[in-house]
């Protein structure tokens, strides 16, 4: 998603007036997250689980520690993962709508792609 909003809490993942929510990818939709997206040539499988906004959060909903400590530990290189989200992140992720904002955040990156690719190449 390219957005122009100097102000984040304008961002559509702000939720209640809090804030953003905190994102970790840092690709472009559409300009190289793509590959990283897909598990079958090593890409994260988190991506599509993610997009199925509605499963993803029915599965979740009660359940969120159980879901992000391991699942942080899985995807990130830095040792210590599940403590830093069990302490910083999770408060967070705990607030109602939080879980399905980031599931949100997902379910739109391949249309995010298609938009970013249509854009004209001086606006990247």
Do not use: C
């Not at 984040?8 to 559409?30: N, T, Y």
């Not at 959060?57 to 990130?76: D, G, H, N, V």
């Not at 109602?96 to 955040?105: D, E, I, K, L």
């Amino acid at each position: 998603m390219i957005h122009n909003r100097p102000d984040p809490s304008e961002s559509p993942l702000a939720v209640g007036g809090e804030g953003p929510a905190i994102l970790a990818e840092f690709l472009i939709p559409g300009v190289g997250l793509e590959e990283l997206m897909n598990p079958a040539t090593g890409g994260y499988w988190h991506f599509g689980f993610h997009m199925q906004v509605d499963v993803a959060e029915m599965l979740t909903a009660r359940k969120e520690a159980a879901y992000l400590l391991p699942t942080m530990s899985m995807i990130s290189i830095l040792p210590g993962a599940a403590e830093t989200a069990q302490t910083v992140y999770l408060p967070h992720d705990l607030k109602p709508g939080r879980m399905r904002t980031g599931f949100q955040h997902y379910g739109t990156l391949l249309a995010d792609g298609r938009e970013n690719r249509a854009q004209p190449s001086e606006r990247r």
